[in-house]
């Protein structure tokens, strides 16, 4: 099992920046992918960015050249720099790991969630 416990939601007003990241730990062989998506209220749960295990990175279009998403291997860390969020940036962040076991079984990982508040 894989464990991913995400940190740094709040509340900002709009134009801040706030920075989220997700540590993933337990039994961990190889993780792939690690990726956050958000979940606004009535809405369904959207990719925001993901990034594979080389470094290739891919954005939703309503974030790119505000977010950068970035990982620090080493550590099994994702991370999420949010820049002049808006009130639309508003929801729940969800972090994501796409994990490969010793025998080859991939599997997909959720953390808890952590809310973002962008209003004034």
């Known amino acids: 099992q894989v464990q991913l416990v995400e940190s740094g939601g709040g509340l900002v007003q709009p134009g801040g920046s706030l920075r989220l990241s997700c540590a993933a730990s337990?039994?961990?062989?190889?993780?792939?992918?690690m990726g956050w998506y958000r979940q606004a209220p009535g809405k369904q749960r959207e990719l925001v960015a993901v990034i594979n295990n080389s470094g290739s990175t891919n954005y939703a279009d309503s974030v790119k050249g505000r977010f950068t998403i970035s990982r620090d291997n080493a550590k099994n860390t994702v991370y999420l720099q949010m820049n002049s969020l808006k009130p639309e940036d508003t929801a729940v962040y969800y972090c994501?790991?796409?994990?490969?076991?010793?025998?080859?079984?991939?599997?997909?990982?959720w953390g808890q969630g952590t809310q973002v508040t962008v209003s004034s």
């Open positions: 337990g039994s961990i062989f190889r993780i792939n992918a």
């Open positions: 994501n790991a796409v994990h490969t076991s010793v025998v080859g079984q991939r599997q997909n990982y």
